[in-house]
């Protein structure tokens, strides 16, 4: 073992220090002071530029984060102003009176105002009803109504600490408003309230979503200063009746709003939509050099809108515009600006619901304020160390020797605070001062227990902030549970539960804490368990979520409950648990269950309805051919002659039954038109020979009482409207037998046609009894008959169903009578509008030289309209060599078919009995007419109609109104395809 020569302390620490250490200490203390100073420039960089970014980063994140907290207390009016928009459309619905107290303070002035004289009792709210209208016309009522409200007023505004006021002003100059001031005192007499920003900002020109929104800044007619305003329309029966608000003064924003805090001495402001300064804090009054309006003395009456001044307007300033260009546009930002001669640094955050701009102002010298005094430290320091080495280094020469001794004492001291600094990192003081020994490895390892005191701090606050996030996720997490209905479950792969989250554990098959950790086997019945089981399984193995629905009895009964079960993956993305979400949709189960029940009922209903209606047809119609039928083999039975008295009997019976054969077909219509399924052919018609032929029916009926019938169309002969002819030659035959029957002997009635825009008027004016106004109202309701006691004809239904038809036809129907005078009933119906060109075309082809040809050619044509066969039949008649055929009617176009087997058969989709769509399936099932070109010819123009009859096997499809160019080139296309 090798033995080391042993020195005292003293001698081996002298010898050693001039031997090795001296001179290398000297060196590394002169490096050390060095780098000192290169690391100190570097630092200084570094931390400058690191401040920056973060003081940019606290002041975004700060702006954001006060953003919010002001989005929530403006949220809260907006919502407390809504609660008040619904409780005073809900007083507005309701009749009030006045109370006794109520009654009592309120009186008229000597200027026509109707004001609260005095306060409440118990506190309540302040009424002017403006002069601006007249006593009688003030809304007594109306008052009441709303002061029925004045407890809400009272708690909104004593729930808000920013609200200055609670008011609901009407379209007719109504106030109420709370809490309590002297009105007359305040407003004017005639003082006109929807001229003001807290009246029109609500209507529909600004507001059309009539919602709730905020006003700019405006000097309040109420007394409170400069304040913004929450506010809502309030609509009665589509009616604006008034808008209702919740006022908040300037100087309450700025002193409660306002109140931020915000680092490095900045301040806070908001700025409205347009620019304007909404409220501005004592500081920032200096630097943008203008006085907040937070309070106004009044020397007279507010007349009109008052809004802060531009100079208020950062869009206007021109010191601000740089910052306002910026800010428009963007909801949140940083820039740097330079106000009062001092650059600052300016960010914001946008607030949702008004739309303001929360800004932020700090000096930019206040954020590196501290790094300057730290640097000059620095430097201070760095001079001191340079002066006290050379003076330690002077006297150390000096001192060494004497002080030798010493040196075991002065080398354990450095040990000695290292160890108590570790002792207080131990007891949670981790952030220690940096302490500097000349002895390299000592200044080594107190450096690094001083890191490691600062990295354990950093460690423990970060594990605080990341506890304190759970917690507040694990708080969240509750709140939620307890605010929706849903049962959330975790479970294994083996089906047993881990936890459950529930706010109503009725909807548990068993006390929460009985189901932990037993299995889904254990909770349900053995069919719904293995459907559980099988849907873990089939989750499990394709990593999707599933839904299923499953019937339970719970410790409230059976409940219906639809589940969605989803993976939950770890953070090694490996399958971990199962998540279940369940809903109880018991009351969506029964809803769907007598929707069901209604849906079949309704069917059997109308199912009936129609069976009942066509037997009814069928027995009433067999009958009635044989009255009829027999009726008129008397009247004309030429070899066995009645006498007057049995032709009079003979009439009576004809005329009975035919009146009974109407009112059938008119029940028959009406309930048609009720089950959707009578139809019309909407196309152009002529409304000349259709007025000729009601004419010519009508006429006779007045002759019989002498009734002078007398008509106007000349100007209109030629003229077309678009309707179904059938059914407007119905409708005016409807009409004008009622002018008939409900006239007098030897009256009048006239029927004229006017144009209208582009409508045609066809008006029905009679001399007969009027109808009482009363009765006008319930004329088109079916069977409601004028003079029901009276001896006249009639169901009650005609008029319903004339109503009917023209709204088919895409008309309308009006009436309008006088008692002893007569009515005036008149229909207006589409004109058609290029019947000229129709007209011309018709004529064109007319006129040409026709076509001559060796071979007939054969044409069906089906049509039920004597206009369109007749239009037809001119275009053809340049053809020498096709002969046309016509049937009014499917059944009889079919037997044409097979009878002539024609070359082209043009079909009309809109037919009486079977329609064109029946007729082509059954041409196309029969042997002599499968083949044979069949063209749809309908006034169904729309694209999907096309698409539809093309698709049903139409070899070509030609809308209404005819053009003839094109009628013709289809002519040549499919009757001379061969030639």
């Known amino acids: 073992m090798k033995h080391h020569q042993k020195w005292p302390l003293t001698k081996w620490i002298w010898s050693s220090f001039i031997r090795t250490a001296l001179i290398p200490l000297l060196v590394v203390e002169l490096l050390f002071i060095g780098m000192y100073f290169v690391t100190y420039e570097w630092s200084k960089r570094t931390t400058v530029d690191s401040l920056r970014e973060e003081a940019h980063q606290d002041l975004q994140q700060m702006a954001s984060r006060e953003g919010e907290v002001i989005a929530n207390q403006i949220q809260s009016i907006s919502n407390s102003t809504n609660l008040y928009r619904k409780q005073v459309a809900k007083a507005l619905e309701v009749p009030a009176q006045l109370s006794p107290e109520d009654e009592n303070r309120l009186g008229y002035s000597s200027k026509g105002v109707y004001y609260s004289k005095s306060n409440l009792d118990n506190d309540g709210a302040a009424v002017y009803y403006s002069a601006i209208r007249t006593a009688a016309k003030h809304d007594k009522e109306k008052v009441a109504q709303l ?4 407890s809400l007023m009272k708690d909104i505004y004593e729930t808000h600490l920013l609200a200055s006021a609670v008011y609901m002003n009407t379209y007719d100059s109504l106030n109420i408003i709370y809490p309590y001031f002297d009105v007359l005192d305040q407003y004017s007499a005639s003082m006109y309230i929807p001229q003001y920003n807290f009246y029109f900002k609500a209507n529909e020109e600004y507001n059309p979503s009539r919602g709730v929104v905020w006003t700019d800044a405006y000097l309040d007619p109420a007394g409170k200063g400069w304040i913004a305003s929450s506010i809502a329309p309030v609509y009665n029966r589509g009616f604006l009746e008034g808008v209702v608000g919740i006022d908040v003064t300037i100087s309450n924003i700025a002193n409660n709003v306002l109140d931020l805090n915000i680092p490095w001495s900045g301040f806070g402001m908001l700025i409205e939509e347009d620019g304007t300064i909404l409220a501005l804090p004592k ?3 200096e630097v943008f050099g203008i006085t907040e309006l937070n309070e106004h003395t009044y020397q007279s009456a507010v007349m009109k809108n008052t809004l802060k001044p531009d100079k208020f307007n950062m ?4 010191e601000t515009q740089h910052i306002a260009s910026i800010m428009d546009g963007k909801k949140n930002g940083m820039t740097k600006a330079n106000l009062n001669n001092e650059q600052q640094l300016v960010v914001w955050s946008t607030i949702p619901e008004t739309g303001w701009k929360l800004m932020a102002v700090v000096k930019e010298n206040n ?10 430290h620095l430097i201070k320091i760095g001079v001191l160390m340079i002066a006290g080495l050379l003076i330690v280094y002077l006297l150390y020469f000096l001192y060494l020797y004497r002080k030798t001794h010493k040196m075991s004492n002065q080398i354990s001291e450095p040990l000695v605070e290292m160890n108590e600094m570790v002792d207080d990192i131990g007891k949670g003081n981790y952030f220690q001062s940096q302490k500097s020994f000349s002895i390299i490895e000592l200044d080594k390892i107190s450096n690094s227990i001083t890191a490691m005191g600062h990295n354990l701090g950093s460690a423990y606050k970060e594990l605080e902030s990341a506890q304190s996030k759970v917690e507040d996720k694990e708080s969240d997490l509750r709140a939620l549970i307890s605010s929706i209905d849903d049962i959330i479950m975790r479970i294994d792969s083996d089906g047993r539960y881990i936890n459950i989250w529930t706010s109503d554990e009725q909807k548990l098959t068993r006390p929460k804490d009985e189901l932990f950790r037993s299995s889904i086997q254990e909770v349900f019945p053995k069919e719904d ?7 873990i399984k089939e989750v ?14 719970t410790m409230s009964g059976y409940r219906w409950f639809q589940g969605r079960l989803s993976p939950i993956y770890g953070t090694d993305d490996q399958q971990k648990h199962f998540v279940l979400s369940v809903r109880d949709i018991t009351d969506l189960k029964e809803l769907q269950e007598s929707l069901r029940h209604a849906k079949e009922e309704a069917e059997r209903a109308s199912a009936a309805k129609s069976d009942f209606l066509s037997s009814m047809s069928h027995e009433l119609r067999t009958p009635m051919n044989a009255i009829l039928g027999f009726a008129q083999l008397l009247e004309f039975d030429a070899d066995e002659s009645l006498t007057e008295s049995q032709l009079e009997n003979v009439e009576e019976i004809i005329k009975a039954g035919n009146h009974l054969l109407t009112l059938i ?28 032929e009601v004419m010519s029916i009508t006429q006779p009926l007045a002759d019989r009482r002498e009734i002078t019938l007398d008509q106007s169309i000349e100007p209109y002969e030629s003229t077309y409207v678009y309707a179904d002819r059938t059914r ?4 005016l035959l409807n009409l004008l037998s009622n002018a008939v029957k409900y006239n007098e002997d030897r009256g009048k009635i006239r029927f004229s046609c006017y144009t209208q825009n582009d409508h045609m008027q066809f008006i029905v004016e009679d001399s007969g009894f009027g109808i009482e106004e009363e009765e006008i109202q319930h004329i088109f309701e079916p069977f409601t008959r004028v003079k029901e006691d009276s001896p006249i004809e009639g169901t009650g239904i005609g008029l319903t169903l004339t109503k009917q038809l023209v709204a088919m036809m895409n008309g309308t129907i009006s009436v309008k009578s006088q008692v002893g005078k007569g009515s005036t009933f008149w229909v207006e119906l589409p004109l058609v509008e290029e019947v000229e060109g129709i007209n011309q075309g018709v004529s064109a082809a007319i006129n040409e030289e026709p076509f001559s040809f060796v071979n007939k050619k054969k044409l069906l044509y089906i049509e039920d309209n004597p206009a369109n066969l007749h239009l037809v039949q001119k275009i053809l008649r340049k053809y020498d060599d096709i002969e046309l055929f016509s049937a009014v009617n499917g059944e009889i176009g079919i037997d044409l078919a097979q009878a002539h087997e024609p070359d082209l058969i043009l079909l009309d989709l809109n037919l009486p009995g079977i329609d064109g769509y029946e007729v082509l399936e059954k041409l196309r099932g029969i042997h002599e007419t499968k083949n044979i070109t069949i063209v749809a010819i309908s006034a169904n123009a729309m694209p999907r109609d096309v698409e539809k009859g093309l698709a049903a096997g139409f070899q070509d499809y030609m809308t209404k109104p005819l053009q003839v160019s094109k009628f013709s080139q289809m002519i040549h296309k499919y009757m001379y395809k061969d030639d």
């Open 540 to 553: 499990d193995r394709t990593k999707q979520s599933k839904n299923l629905e499953y019937y339970i009895q």
């Open 529 to 535: 368990a293995d459907l559980f089981m099988s849907t």
């Open 367 to 376: 954020i590196y304020k501290n790094i300057s005094t730290v640097n000059s």
């Open 665 to 692: 077909n008119e029940i028959l219509d009406l309930a048609k038109i009720e089950s959707g399924k009578l139809t019309v052919s909407i196309e152009p018609v002529e409304i000349a020979p259709v007025v000729e």
């Open 283 to 285: 500081q920032g009054e």
């Open 147 to 150: 002061l029925s409200t004045q």
């Open 315 to 318: 869009f206007k300033r021109k």
């Open 728 to 731: 407007l030659k119905q409708v």
